[in-house]
């Protein structure tokens, strides 16, 4: 395929360097863009990672998740027989990185999950140019297109003034997308206390040990009908689950980029849908492979038909990888979240 990678079983794989990138499946040596449970397993012999990453693989699977873990810094180098290799932000979540590989065989960039849009809650995507880009395709659509984070909640804010005797209850993700909510509602001048569902805690305290700055925040703990008025986050499964009705006629939101789908959007039972991704839209996918100034894509977990084709057409190289073991991104971060609660 190319010089530096390869696809196995078990996912991405680097032969120069014997370590595979994001493996669904445990390998001696893995590189881990991010903490997301379809990309960062357990298991493994050693994992280089982001501080941040390793830090919260460690709050999900105990500090014994892999046999040696080494951080590597943003923009910080090593040498692993003859390939240099490199993290970048990739703007997901809290400590989400692009692999950067280069050697005799070129520059490739394993971007893993990415988004463009701002995120007050971790470090904004660097654009890094490479000769081969792998790059998600969750929203690979032309139909997604996320609009600006703040003018969805303001929709969440015109609710609580409309509706000031109402819990609004939000389901968010535990890993980036309940922090982002935060965050953006923060930006958006909105500073009562907010309260979580007992499995957001733990990533929500990390996030603020890191120095991201979140405001009041509190555990919902056995309150209900008490927070009427006030904005409780919990995981998306909980919105229609009996745990929500304790806080009565509550009205329910959902933030994701699947909000855009109409059917999706019903599915989620949340009566206030907002569209906000911790994934490129359509267009930032778009926009990001033109400045990479790559000539060979790939493509992997989504919609990987309509951006190979969209590349082939825009005069580049692409190929979808087909792996297993990825699921659509915001889907898979539910399921996640559902173990955490059990
Ligand atoms: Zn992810
Ligand atoms: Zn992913």
């Known amino acids: 395929m190319s010089d530096l990678l390869t696809l196995t079983p078990e996912g991405l794989y680097c032969p120069a360097i014997k370590a595979h990138i994001d493996p669904i499946r445990p390998v ?5 863009t991010h903490g997301h449970a379809d990309h960062a397993r357990s298991g493994h012999g050693s994992v280089l990672a982001t501080p941040q990453t390793l830090d919260i693989m460690g709050l999900r699977y105990g500090t014994d998740f892999c046999g040696q873990p080494q951080s590597l810094n943003y923009g910080e180098q090593i040498d692993l027989s003859g390939i240099e290799i490199s993290l970048h932000p990739a703007g997901h979540v809290l400590g989400s990185a692009q692999v950067l590989l280069s050697g005799e065989g070129g520059r490739t960039v394993v971007s893993g999950d990415y988004k463009r849009q701002s ?7 660097e654009l890094i140019t490479c000769d081969t880009f792998v790059t998600e395709a969750t929203f690979g659509l032309p139909v997604f297109r996320h609009p600006p984070a703040l003018k969805e909640l303001q929709k969440l804010l015109t609710s609580l003034r409309l509706f000031p005797d109402k819990t609004h209850l939000v389901g968010a993700y535990a890993l980036g997308k309940a922090q982002r909510v935060i965050g953006e509602l923060r930006a958006a001048g909105y ?3 907010i309260y979580l569902h007992g499995a957001l805690v733990a990533l929500t305290t990390y996030y ?3 120095g ?4 009041p925040v509190e555990p919902a703990a056995k309150r209900g009908k008490e927070l009427a008025g006030e904005i409780v986050l919990c995981p998306p499964g909980q919105l229609a689950d009996r745990w929500a009705r304790r806080f009565g006629d509550a009205v329910t939101v959902m933030a994701s980029g699947w909000m855009r789908v109409r ?3 019903r599915q989620s039972g ?11 839209d359509w267009d930032d996918l778009c926009k990001t492979i033109i400045e990479t100034q790559a000539s060979q894509i790939w493509v992997t977990h989504g919609a990987e038909e309509a951006l190979v084709h969209w590349c082939e057409t825009n005069g580049r190289k692409a190929r979808p990888l087909n792996m297993i ?4 991104g915001e889907e898979a971060e539910a399921s996640e979240t559902a173990v955490e609660t059990g």
């Open 270 to 280: 949340a009566e206030l849908p907002l569209i906000m991704s911790d994934h490129a």
């Open 191 to 193: 500073d009562r206390t």
């Open 325 to 328: 073991g990825y699921d659509d």
């Open 208 to 210: 603020e040990e890191q």
């Open 28 to 32: 001696e040596r893995a590189i881990i």
């Open 119 to 125: 995120d007050p809650t971790c470090s904004a995507f």
């Open 212 to 215: 991201i700055m979140l405001g």
């Open 263 to 265: 059917a999706r959007a």
